[in-house]
């Protein structure tokens, strides 16, 4: 089903042939990603049109930015969310699109003053998968905030 809902841009919207989102693309490639660890076949096609999508997507000076739709400003959420598909398909820290995601997010830790769970929760993957110093510096900002707004009673 996911497969027959692509659109020919390699991407995904709420109705086939809807202008397709880096959103949208994010839950597909990862509900096909878990369907590649079940053993089932994601055809080629697909594949290469995720590819097509993400490249299309690139923004800023090393192709690491990404905004929600075509030609709209690239923000934390939506950057992070690439990286991380990105790293789905095995794209790894030395790669300068990487980078340039990994050092945009770094500048945009996670803050109360800017919440945003959505952002956290791609950010975290992308930089668990990035791993190293930006981890460790995207982890203790997040889970201080984090532990810092828990309810401990009730």
Do not use: H
Request: aromatic share 12%.
């Amino acid at each position: 089903y996911i497969a027959g809902m692509q659109n020919t841009d390699g991407g995904w919207r709420y109705g086939r042939g809807d202008e397709s989102d880096m959103s949208m693309f994010g839950w597909q490639l990862m509900a096909l990603k878990s369907a590649v660890n079940a053993g089932i076949t994601v055809p080629e096609e697909t594949r290469r049109g995720m590819t097509k999508f993400l490249q299309a997507r690139a923004m800023g000076t090393r192709g690491g930015l990404a905004g929600y739709k075509l030609n709209e400003r690239p923000t934390p959420a939506m950057t992070a969310e690439a990286l991380f598909c990105r790293q789905m398909f095995n794209v790894r820290q030395g790669d300068a699109a990487s980078q340039e995601a990994v050092g945009y997010l770094r500048q945009n830790l996670p803050r109360l003053t800017a919440y945003d769970e959505y952002y956290w929760y791609y950010g975290t993957l992308a930089m668990f998968q990035y791993d190293g110093e930006p981890w460790e510096e995207w982890n203790l900002a997040l889970r201080d905030m984090l532990i810092s707004q828990q309810r401990t009673t009730g």
